[in-house]
């Protein structure tokens, strides 16, 4: 009897714990072949001509991506990396390797899908099936209490709903071993370089949080820990989120292990944002590329076409005049982190002074941001902007108010 060889694509899901496709794959094959591809579509200027990865968050993925590839190496297996289009480099090793079947995470963005049905399309060629699974948010879609088309788009009704009525599954445990042919061709993890960013782009690389699903769990012990006294909360750890490192199952399961309850703002911060996580993703499913639409699900609002070069500039290079704005726009491209109320501040003044269609400074974000997910981001901007699809947070405070009220909370 032959065995079954499944492949097991990695995309935002890096880490071994809490991975349904790994242990669905352990389960369901004989041997597994682990790949990830860095895709050159990431790592080229959009639009705005900002970059859709900048440097920071491209060197955070690197780091990840070596992580897995050491653990899993470790085990007896190895994770392969290449460079280029995924469509193009998966049939390739399925036919070298003799593979059954692709596993791997969907996501719900335009460009991430659109890129699932070309290896879709590329690999059913072969007769190769793709197989999809639900693995980036809390609650699973499955468990929610109504079906996609009828979530609420009112944030605080979703939120009461789903915790009333649907519950976290239990986080999957990491597998003890994991087997791969013998043979797997030897791979190395690429360079900044190598993925085609200058030599003044990289020396401007300035990285400050170590990748890793081993440092993802320890960023979160320490945020969990009763005597943390640091200023981040969620976006402590939002980066290991968004790339995967780190399960949103996993951080819910240690909050309710920890003594974190007992801070109940601390607790109740941190579960806000696990929820708006979700709902975004959701509503992005529910509304396909909404966040993405410079009127948002306010159809009959029409945001600015334009832009103001100068102000934008000022915006991002830090130099607008206005302190609180300033050093947080410097601080974002230094470190690639701020926090949410950091956020709020600099993203309301763009709307309000920078005079220019606000997809672009969410692009700016998306190039900057350490966390970087697409629901998120957009949708975030998208309420910040007026456009958002919760109606209650269209409407937003004014950029001194935020700042004044962050000048409280350092005080």
């Known amino acids: 009897m032959s065995k079954k060889v499944v492949l097991v694509w990695f995309r935002n899901d890096l880490r071994l714990h809490d991975n349904e496709v790994l242990a669905e794959a352990i389960l369901k094959s004989d041997l597994i072949i682990p790949v990830y591809c860095f895709d050159t579509r990431y790592f080229q200027k959009n639009n705005f001509d900002h970059y859709n990865t900048g440097t920071n968050r491209t060197e955070f993925l690197i780091q990840t991506v070596t992580a897995l590839k050491n653990e899993l190496k470790a ?8 460079i280029g289009y ?9 036919a070298k390797y003799e593979v059954d079947e692709v596993y791997h995470h969907r996501e719900v963005a335009s460009r991430e899908t659109d890129i699932s049905e070309k290896v879709e399309e590329a690999l059913w060629e072969n007769k190769i099936n793709l197989r999809h699974f639900i693995g980036h948010t809390l609650f699973h879609k499955e468990d929610l209490p109504f079906p996609i088309k009828d979530i609420p788009d009112k944030f605080n009704i979703f939120r009461k709903k789903v915790e009333r009525e649907s519950h976290v599954r239990a986080a999957i445990p990491a597998p003890a071993k994991i087997i791969s042919p013998q043979h797997l061709e030897e791979t190395a993890v690429p360079t900044l370089a190598e993925l085609g960013f ?26 969990l820990d009763p005597v943390y006294q640091g200023i981040q909360n969620f976006t402590s750890i939002s980066p290991y989120i968004a790339v995967g490192a780190l399960s949103p199952i996993y951080v819910y399961q240690r909050m309710q292990e920890s003594n974190l309850i007992q801070n109940k703002k601390r607790y109740e911060r941190l579960m806000n944002m696990l929820f708006w996580r979700d709902y975004f993703r959701f509503m992005l499913k529910k509304y396909p590329n909404i966040f993405f639409k410079k009127q948002g699900i306010q159809q009959d609002i029409k945001g600015a076409d334009f832009t103001h070069p100068e102000h934008l500039e000022r915006w991002k290079n830090g130099t607008t005049g206005e302190d609180s704005v300033d050093e947080l726009m410097k601080a974002l ?33 998306e190039e900057q941001l350490l966390d970087y997910a697409p629901a998120t981001t957009y949708g975030f901007w998208a309420h910040i902007s007026g456009v958002g699809t919760s109606p209650k947070e269209n409407s937003t405070p004014s950029w001194q108010e935020f700042a004044k009220k962050l000048q409280l909370q350092k005080q």
Not at 75 to 82: A, E, V
């Open 198 to 223: 200058s030599t003044e782009e990289v020396q401007s690389t300035n990285l400050n949080l170590e990748g890793g699903e081993g440092n993802a769990i320890a960023a979160l012990e320490r945020l």
């Open 333 to 365: 491209r230094e470190t690639g982190n701020l926090t949410y109320a950091e956020r709020r501040l600099v993203s309301k003044y763009f709307t309000a002074e920078v005079d220019s269609n606000w997809l672009i400074g969410a692009s700016y974000f």
């Open 75 to 82: 085990m007896g297996s190895d994770l392969m990396t290449f």
């Open 86 to 94: 995924p469509e193009e480099i998966l049939p390739k090793l399925c």
